[in-house]
Nanobody
Framework: QVQLVESGGGVVQAGGSLRLSCAASGRTFSNYAMGWFRQAPGKEREFVATINWNGFNTYYRDSVKGRFTISRDNAKNTLYLQMNSLKPEDTAVYYC?????????????????WGQGTQVTVSS
């Protein structure tokens, strides 16, 4: 079992930045790929970014490329999402998740453990 706790969400003006963190406990963190997803009100959960087990490979949805950066610190069992140049359309609850394997994954069905989420609100 893995427990995930997200933090770092909040309210920010358009153009601002936030850094989300996801602290993991339980199974060996470094054995799995990780990901960030988000869900806006009235919309389905969508993929944001993923990183492989050692941090060498990452993948992003097109709308956040060049603005968001996913990273991990396996020594600290922590996943990060640095979000810059935020836009109102980035407003959502952001979730971190642990994948079934070591490689990057984009489908939510490829993830086995999920955090409770942290709210990000970007005002215009």
């Amino acid at each position: 079992q893995v427990q995930l706790v997200e933090s770092g969400g909040g309210v920010v003006q358009a153009g601002g930045s936030l850094r989300l963190s996801c602290a993991a406990s339980g199974r060996t963190f470094s054995n799995y790929a990780m990901g960030w997803f988000r869900q806006a009100p009235g919309k389905e959960r969508e993929f944001v970014a993923t990183i492989n087990w050692n941090g060498f490979n990452t993948y992003y949805r097109d709308s956040v490329k060049g603005r968001f950066t996913i990273s991990r610190d396996n020594a600290k069992n922590t996943l990060y999402l640095q979000m810059n140049s935020l836009k109102p359309e980035d407003t959502a609850v952001y979730y971190c998740a642990v994948a079934f394997g070591i490689d990057t994954r984009r489908a939510s069905s490829d993830y086995r453990y999920w955090g409770q989420g942290t709210q990000v609100t970007v005002s215009s």
